[in-house]
């Protein structure tokens, strides 16, 4: 009786994980899907903008490396600048000082600067927590920045970084000045970079960090380290950002020093607040709502679209506090429990 009860529950715990697992991989290709519709759709829809549809998916990606250490890990930071601005000053270096102007090259120059700056910044905020955290990533966007700003015999100064070239794509397809070459070049990106995410999010180390978000005394008591799981975050983290900077630098063919300026890392927050933390979707939602809306209000009103801008974050703010992703989540959500409850 025993044996036959535990291959039971052995099954039924077997079922349980196929179909989470299912529903996981369900999903990622649901995700997957929305991106390339939704960048099809803006090629259709901005033809003449794709410059701006390419910035979307480089900030897209700040947005994504910065939710992976506040959305996932807690960690509280208005420095993740620092990891863009490394990733867009090293590819652009490559190109203007070495003559390294294979965007493939440029792409993994600026996803090692921004790892690199990712292990810097996690190495002297996780010393502190709470509000000295907050000031720490504060202090290190304006450092990155700071020096950005002395060394412009590599960097440009407060001229920027010029004179940047590309090789055609793969050796074929040159980057044109409607930048079609580019904006295919960043969707791609976007999508290896999102489905490696989601691997990384659900994996055991993903759960570890959710964890140690949630209660980081529990998961010292079972052995494990708080510590080297964030570190390891910020190293991700931080090539994600890289990888964002990397595709401004080769997408704009210059580098200024607002690609390191708190400001940026600001909106970056703004964006993760709007779309909704501790979630991918909602990174990417948040982005392309922000960016929309505020190229849109921008053009229509450019006296005041700051306040039209800031209205809509007070809004969501108080209206929907999980942000846009997370508040239609759970509307669907509670559509199918009532649909199912009245089921006969």
């Known amino acids: 009786m025993t044996e036959k009860t535990n291959s039971t529950l052995t099954a039924s715990a077997e079922t349980t994980r196929n179909r989470l697992r299912a529903g996981f991989i369900s999903r990622d290709l649901y995700g997957v899907a929305a991106i390339v519709i939704v960048a099809a759709a803006g090629y259709v829809l901005f033809p003449d903008n794709l410059a701006l549809l390419t910035r979307i998916i480089a900030i897209a990606l700040l947005v994504l490396s910065l939710d992976l250490v506040t959305g996932y890990c807690g960690v509280a930071t208005l420095g993740q600048a620092a990891l863009f601005g490394s990733g867009a000053y090293a590819a652009g270096i490559l190109s203007a000082h070495y003559g390294i102007n294979d965007p493939l090259l440029m792409t993994l120059g600026g996803i090692i600067a921004g790892a690199v700056a990712g292990l810097v910044c996690g190495i002297v905020m996780l010393r502190a927590h709470g509000l000295p955290q907050l000031v720490l990533s504060i202090a290190l966007v304006y450092l990155f920045h700071e020096f950005a700003n002395k060394a412009s015999s590599w960097t440009g100064g407060s001229d920027g970084l010029s004179g940047i070239v590309l090789d055609p794509l793969f050796g074929l397809y040159e980057f044109d000045l409607f930048g079609h070459t580019a904006y295919f070049f960043g969707v791609i990106l976007l999508l290896i ?3 490696l995410l989601r691997i990384v999010v659900r994996s055991p180390f993903g759960m570890l960090c959710r964890g140690i978000k949630e209660d980081p005394v529990r998961i010292r008591a079972i052995g494990a ?36 300026s708190f400001t940026q890392s600001a909106e970056a927050l703004v964006m993760l607040v709007l779309g909704g933390t501790g979630s991918l979707f909602g990174a990417l939602v948040g982005t392309l709502v922000f960016m929309l809306f505020e190229d849109f209000v921008s053009a229509a009103n450019p006296f005041h679209w700051l306040t039209m801008v800031g209205a809509l974050l007070i809004v969501v703010v108080l209206f929907a506090p999980k942000g846009i992703f997370g508040t239609v989540q759970d509307l669907l959500s509670a559509r199918r429990n009532r649909t199912g409850e009245t089921r006969p």
């Not at 080297?228 to 997408?251: C, D, H, P, Q, R």
């Open 193 to 195: 970079v999102f489905a």
């Open 225 to 260: 380290s708080p510590h080297k799981a964030l570190i390891k975050m910020y190293i991700i983290s931080g090539a994600v950002a890289g990888t964002g900077g990397a595709l401004s630098a080769i997408s704009t063919q210059v580098v200024a020093l607002d690609a390191l």
